[in-house]
């Protein structure tokens, strides 16, 4: 099979879900016999946009990567003009959703290549969904040209323009259950695929390890990620604190630790439950992860959620929110994880979870062999393949 | 329980469900708490109208608590602030112009809903003080 994958930025040091999505897909595809290129930017930012990189071609593995300059952007004031509007949950009028895309990383060089690209390939793969290269690329040769949207329920997946490219292409390929299930709410019924991430098996973590990392004596659950708003983080330290000051029937309390940057001011009383771990190395993460009684994850702004397959592969069980449909439907279908809906049942799953300890080995069983069986890197590829094949014939 | 056991998480769910309700209902959980979190936990927001705060001014009074320059510190903030009013005076115009629309706007669909709440009590009072037939 022949493709290309078209991204706003690329490479191993490129923090960013869909980013690091593509280059999985990418490099796993060309190492299993598969033509594989990668149509990306110059940037590595995606505030600055600046062109940090060389305009050229260059390879990662096999995979070939052509580099394209990212335009002057019409109007870089709109973004922080706008931003705060979007973030507030307020539609944009038409004029302004396209005003703010245009500011997202437009390369017309990566387009215009794409007219060459598309007569030697059997598709065109984009993603994400929200940025400019995406929202006009794709609707440039739309039979050849699928979509791996990472769709989260935010302002940008109502925009018209979206809407439209999203409606026209050949077919989307989504990471979850529950983000077809948003795409159908947000633009109907349209051919597509469930394919997933994959997964690497993880030497088996240490749980000392982990305790010692952490640094606690008691009982821990934790979190890894950036530590924001739009990700909930403040929301689970404000239950994390409640259920120390109160509504635990457990004798003792528990710490948070969390892993990853933060960019939240946490009040007095969140800061004295938080261990904050900063960035760690992978093995590091495994460890704290295995260590905890329970992972958290309240964000609903996840097409996947790294952080609950990592906490499986540590046979760890997870604690979600009720209302978040992805990471809710994957407790569903392995059956480790909780989902709750205020800080009453998140106090009552982790007293469960604290009080009957076999449970959560059950649990963290249970999603291990859930990951390892539909998020290993064979099952991801072969229904990749698959995918690829029936959308874009 | 085994560690072996394949686990019904919904019938989990349900049943930690069924528990938060029955001590909800027992009064369980203190509501002082709960109030105390949320105002620990709430993004600062003001008790005043929102056109208490609509119209912006580009000035403030001007005033220095330190003994023996404080007159010659408030006439240096002066002089700054009749140096830069040509660019900040246009700005909090600008911003008051929209506050006072968008608060129009608000202010006349919050008419038109309370309308549309009365006309619906109206309604139903109409509708279960008719005699059944």
């Known amino acids: 099979m022949k493709l290309a994958f078209v991204t706003p930025r690329y490479g191993p040091d490129i923090v960013g879900g869909a980013e690091r999505l593509v280059r999985d897909f990418a490099t796993r595809l060309a190492d299993a016999g598969d033509a594989v290129e990668v149509l990306t930017t110059c940037a590595t930012s995606l505030f600055t946009w600046a062109n940090d990189l060389p305009v050229g071609e260059s390879l990662d593995g096999t995979v070939r990567v052509l580099r394209f300059a990212v335009d002057p952007r019409p109007s870089p004031e709109s973004m922080a003009r706008l931003q705060p509007v979007i973030d507030m949950g307020l539609e944009l009028p038409d004029e302004l959703a396209d005003e703010w895309l245009a500011n997202t990383g437009l390369s017309s060089s990566l387009l215009d290549a794409l007219d060459d690209v598309v007569t030697r390939v059997d598709a065109i793969v984009f993603a994400p969904y929200w940025v400019a290269n995406t929202v006009r690329g794709a609707t440039r040769h739309p039979d050849k040209s699928l979509i791996i949207p990472c769709l989260h329920d935010e302002a940008y997946a109502r925009f018209a323009s979206v809407q439209t490219t999203l409606r026209g292409v050949a077919g989307l390929i989504f990471n979850a259950e529950g983000e077809a299930r948003l795409s159908e709410r947000l633009i109907g019924t349209r051919p597509s695929r469930v394919v997933g991430v994959g997964f690497d098996a993880v030497a088996a973590p240490d749980v000392r390890r982990g305790r010692s990392g952490v640094g606690v004596d008691g009982d821990f659950v934790s979190y890894a990620g950036r530590q924001e708003e739009p990700k909930r983080f403040p929301l689970l330290a404000e239950w994390v604190v409640g259920y120390n000051d109160g509504l635990r029937r457990a004798a003792t309390p528990v710490t948070l630790a969390a892993m990853g940057t933060s960019a939240w001011t946490a009040p007095p009383r969140a800061a004295a439950v938080i261990r904050s771990l900063g960035f760690v190395n992978e093995p590091t993460k495994f460890d704290v992860l295995a260590a905890s009684v329970a992972v958290c994850n309240l964000s609903r702004n996840e097409s996947f959620s790294y952080l609950v397959m990592e906490a499986w592969l540590a046979a760890t069980p997870v604690i979600v929110h009720a209302d978040a449909d992805v990471t809710r439907g994957h407790c569903e279908a392995s059956g480790a994880g909780l989902w709750v809906n205020d800080i009453m049942e998140f106090s009552e799953a982790l007293d469960r979870l604290r009080g009957d300890p076999a449970l959560g080995v059950a649990m963290g069983r249970a999603g291990h062999a859930f990951v390892t069986r539909e998020y290993s890197w064979a099952a991801v590829l072969d229904r990749l393949h698959s995918a690829i094949a029936a959308l874009a014939a | ?133």
């Open chain 2, 1 to 133: 329980m085994s560690d072996t056991e394949s686990i019904d998480v919904r019938t989990l769910v349900a049943d930690i469900e069924g528990t938060v309700e029955q001590r909800r209902r027992a009064g369980e959980y203190s509501a002082e708490l709960l109030q105390r979190l949320s105002a620990d936990f709430a993004v600062a927001a003001s008790a005043d109208p929102p056109e208490a705060h609509a119209v912006i001014r580009s000035s403030r009074a001007l005033y220095s608590a330190r003994p023996g320059v404080g007159r010659a510190i408030v006439f240096g903030k002066r002089t700054i602030r009749r140096l830069t009013s040509w660019y900040i005076h246009p700005i909090t115009e600008d911003q008051t112009n929209f506050n006072l629309a968008i608060l129009r706007e608000l202010r006349a669909l919050e008419k038109r809903v309370k309308a549309l709440e009365a006309d619906t009590a109206t309604n139903d009072t109409r509708a279960t003080s008719r005699p059944r037939e």
